[in-house]
């Protein structure tokens, strides 16, 4: 069996997988987001704190699996560095006293193994990564060879969504309050401008629609906000799904998946087959409840990761809040 954590963000989350057969045997998470909401956004401090007192509960729960642990895995970037720390502090702990190697684990990998809970990997693979805090095109042909070939020049695709939402004053995450009060608005009322749609950069952008969407939030009144909301939807869908067209005219995908938080989101999934009809890619989705950060996502990585010997030493692993 292998132990992980993940504490990368707002999420304190322990999983137990066991090795032979990949399967997912416990998985508990336990979520901040009520305590950050007040604030609009994740307090890194409260977040850190709430760390510390959630994740040794959901360890005491494991306690009955650790005679069998092989290794303990744990995200050590990116993140928020004081968040990141909690899981790494402890997963070192647990190396040090059950005797068992460390295994690090980038958090980006770890949304797209959210793929394969529980089945085998299926690569070659492009994957569209939208979260909180990345919007990025990654194309993987194995567990060590992947490649972000595509990425944000500023916020993401989901921060977006917290951005709009907290300018609504509708609180945090803002991802599945904008996406339920657009099913009430009308997507065509507001015609935002798409993002980068006349400059050639094989890139995305969303701090020119964020300043549009409050321009016409400070002009309406709360009347407007489902309109604004679906309005601001389809733009930051449309967005990536032009970029993507464009990018799949040099490299057309085989089979294609969208990970990460904000790809629970419903009109994002629900246009994705129109996307993919041309090139007849197969598409991969995560199931929902592990498009949020999850630990399961980090304990199948740390599978493969446990075949290939991949192992941290305890003095290299180190919470490292950017990574590439
Ligand atoms: O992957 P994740 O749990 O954390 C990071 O690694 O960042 O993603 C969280 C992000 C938040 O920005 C949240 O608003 C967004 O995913 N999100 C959504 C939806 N559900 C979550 N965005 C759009 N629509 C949703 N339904
Ligand atoms: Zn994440």
Redesign the pocket.
Known sequence: MILSIES??DDSSIAISEIATKKLVYHKKISQELEHAVYGGVVPELASRLHAEALPKILEECKGWFGQLKAVAVTNAPGLSVTLVEGVTMAKALSLTLDIPLIGVN?LKG?IYSLFIEQETQFPLTVLLV???HTQVIEVESLDRMETVMRTMDDSFGESFDKVAKMMGLGYPGGPVIEKLALEGDRERYPFPIPLQKRGEMAFSYSGLKNAVRLAIEEGSSEDYPDIAASFEHIATEHLFRKLRKYFKTRPPERFAIV??ASANRYLRGRIEELLAPYGADLLLAQLQFC??NAAMIGRIAVDLYGEKSFTPIGELHSAPKSD
Do not use: I, K, N, V
């Open positions: 990368s963000c958090h949304h979260s909180g805090g990460g938080g949020s950060d």
